[in-house]
């Protein structure tokens, strides 16, 4: 099971490189955080000492890697993409099937086509994830756009799955993925930033090419509100009022994804650190709430995966370990019963690495991090959302 962990770390690493390497340092630092969070899941599983030695020389190398991002963003540097946007949700009217497959012009065996639809195979998740909506705090309404679609196969796509540098490619990108998602109903399409596809037509720095993308939707999506064809399309864009007139015409609803409430917040704090050993109490967790007032989703899990690296950072600088009673070694401060001045690399090289424990989170590890991260998300911005959601939308 755990070998799953390296190699979605792996991945992740290969992604924050390629973005390091060209100067996206706001792309680069969440892919960071997430293979360091794999990688840290991994270590807790594997029982070579030898490749539990290799990880944590890497994951010391990445961590500071990542930190030195975080302070260039700090400083002023581009910072992670806002969340608090608007979710929007209609459905398409399904084009009759000829027997052949689908596709334009009936030929399903078209390479061409082939090629389009492996290039869009990457975003069906054909696996359900073991996320309940009890996992998601609030947003009623929001859940029941989606409630009655629970089980539908998922296609999750952004922006740029479905541009391409070639004539005439981007709109049969489009078009075989409704397809593809009719072929698959009951299904649910998802595009992530659709004002970047979608943008207002006549303006002076539209192409041909975006035109066509747009025309493109705009007939796929007909037939708005027929249940018949069990296809749903949501769409979210933090710009709603980028959003051409016609496709914004082209959704029932558009629902409005506020910043979370207190009790929001403090269940996502309980959520994002899972089953994380920690010795945080209710009071805790409410206080956590409290002090995050403005931020956004993502910020609480940026916050605390931050946090969740603390207790490695202790470790890692740590000069004296005490020896717990299931013979693990846990960094500790000299007064420490039982305390042995010894680094964690010492304790390596005396082939114990697989017995180094992290302490647990605490709620100083919440303050150190809580102490430099601010929201993200503007009261412009929200001021924008909020306008939106009187003139045309509705609450989540």
Same mark, same amino acid.
């Given at each position: 099971?755990?070998?799953?962990?390296?190699?979605?770390?792996?991945?992740?690493?290969?992604?924050?490189?390629?973005?390091?390497?060209?100067?996206?340092?706001?792309?680069?630092?969440?892919?960071?955080?997430?293979?360091?969070?794999?990688?840290?899941?991994?270590?807790?599983?594997?029982?070579?000492?030898?490749?539990?030695?290799?990880?944590?020389?890497?994951?010391?190398?990445?961590?500071?890697?990542?930190?030195?991002?975080?302070?260039?963003?700090?400083?002023?540097?581009?910072?992670?993409?806002?969340?608090?946007?608007?979710?929007?949700?209609?459905?398409?009217?399904?084009?009759?099937?000829?027997?052949?497959?689908?596709?334009?012009?009936?030929?399903?065996?078209?390479?061409?086509?082939?090629?389009?639809?492996?290039? !869009? =195979?990457? &975003? +069906?998740? *054909?696996?359900?994830?073991?996320?309940?909506?009890?996992?998601?705090?609030? /947003?009623?309404?929001?859940?029941?756009?989606?409630?009655?679609?629970?089980?539908?196969?998922?296609?999750?796509?952004?922006?740029?799955?479905?541009?391409?540098?070639?004539?005439?490619?981007?709109?049969?990108?489009?078009?075989?993925?409704?397809?593809?998602?009719?072929?698959?109903?009951?299904?649910?399409?998802?595009?992530?930033?659709?004002?970047?596809?979608?943008?207002?037509?006549?303006?002076?720095?539209?192409?041909?090419?975006?035109?066509?993308?747009?025309?493109?939707?705009?007939?796929?999506?007909?037939?708005?509100?027929?249940?018949?064809?069990?296809?749903?399309?949501?769409?979210?864009?933090?710009?709603?009022?980028? !959003? =051409?007139? &016609? +496709?914004? *015409?082209?959704?029932?609803?558009?629902?409005?994804?506020?910043?979370?409430? /207190?009790?929001?917040?403090?269940?996502?704090?309980?959520?994002?650190?899972?089953?994380?050993?920690?010795?945080?109490?209710?009071?805790?967790?409410?206080?956590?709430?409290?002090?995050?007032?403005?931020?956004?989703?993502?910020?609480?899990?940026?916050?605390?995966?931050?946090?969740?690296?603390?207790?490695?950072?202790?470790?890692?600088?740590?000069?004296?370990?005490?020896?717990?009673?299931?013979?693990?070694?846990?960094?500790?401060?000299?007064?420490?019963?039982?305390?042995?001045?010894?680094?964690?690399?010492?304790?390596?090289?005396?082939?114990?690495?697989?017995?180094?424990?992290?302490?647990?989170?605490?709620?100083?590890?919440? =303050?150190?991090?809580?102490? *430099?991260?601010?929201?993200?998300?503007?009261?412009?911005?929200?001021?924008?959302?909020?306008?939106?959601?009187?003139?045309?939308?509705?609450?989540?």
């Amino acid at each position: 099971m755990y070998s799953n962990f390296k190699e979605q770390a792996i991945e992740y690493v290969k992604q924050a490189v390629q973005e390091d390497n060209a100067g996206n340092y706001s792309k680069a630092f969440p892919l960071y955080m997430n293979a360091l969070e794999y990688f840290k899941t991994h270590l807790k599983y594997e029982k070579n000492p030898k490749i539990r030695e290799a990880i944590t020389q890497k994951f010391t190398e990445y961590l500071r890697r990542a930190e030195e991002i975080r302070t260039v963003l700090d400083e002023g540097g581009p910072g992670p993409a806002t969340n608090g946007g608007a979710a929007v949700a209609t459905r398409p009217k399904s084009k009759p099937k000829d027997g052949s497959g689908g596709g334009e012009g009936g030929d399903g065996e078209d390479p061409d086509q082939a090629k389009l639809r492996a290039g !869009l =195979d990457s &975003a +069906i998740i *054909r696996e359900k994830p073991n996320i309940k909506w009890n996992d998601v705090a609030g /947003l009623e309404s929001a859940k029941q756009a989606v409630a009655t679609e629970a089980d539908s196969t998922f296609f999750s796509v952004s922006s740029s799955d479905l541009v391409s540098k070639w004539m005439g490619e981007s709109e049969k990108l489009v078009s075989n993925l409704f397809q593809m998602a009719r072929d698959s109903a009951p299904s649910i399409i998802f595009i992530d930033e659709i004002d970047s596809l979608c943008g207002q037509r006549g303006e002076g720095n539209e192409s041909e090419a975006s035109r066509r993308i747009k025309t493109e939707l705009l007939v796929q999506m007909q037939g708005v509100g027929n249940n018949d064809q069990k296809v749903l399309v949501l769409a979210a864009t933090n710009t709603p009022y980028a !959003l =051409d007139q &016609a +496709i914004r *015409r082209r959704f029932d609803k558009r629902i409005y994804i506020p910043l979370p409430d /207190l009790k929001a917040r403090q269940h996502m704090f309980k959520v994002h650190l899972g089953d994380t050993p920690h010795n945080l109490t209710e009071n805790d967790f409410e206080s956590l709430a409290h002090r995050t007032d403005g931020f956004s989703g993502s910020d609480i899990s940026v916050c605390v995966k931050d946090v969740l690296f603390e207790p490695v950072r202790k470790t890692q600088d740590a000069m004296f370990f005490f020896k717990t009673p299931d013979d693990m070694w846990m960094p500790c401060g000299p007064k420490q019963p039982g305390a042995v001045q010894i680094t964690m690399q010492e304790l390596a090289a005396k082939g114990l690495a697989a017995q180094i424990l992290p302490p647990p989170i605490s709620r100083s590890d919440f =303050d150190k991090v809580l102490a *430099r991260q601010r929201p993200t998300v503007s009261k412009a911005d929200l001021e924008v959302h909020e306008r939106f959601t009187n003139e045309f939308g509705e609450e989540g």
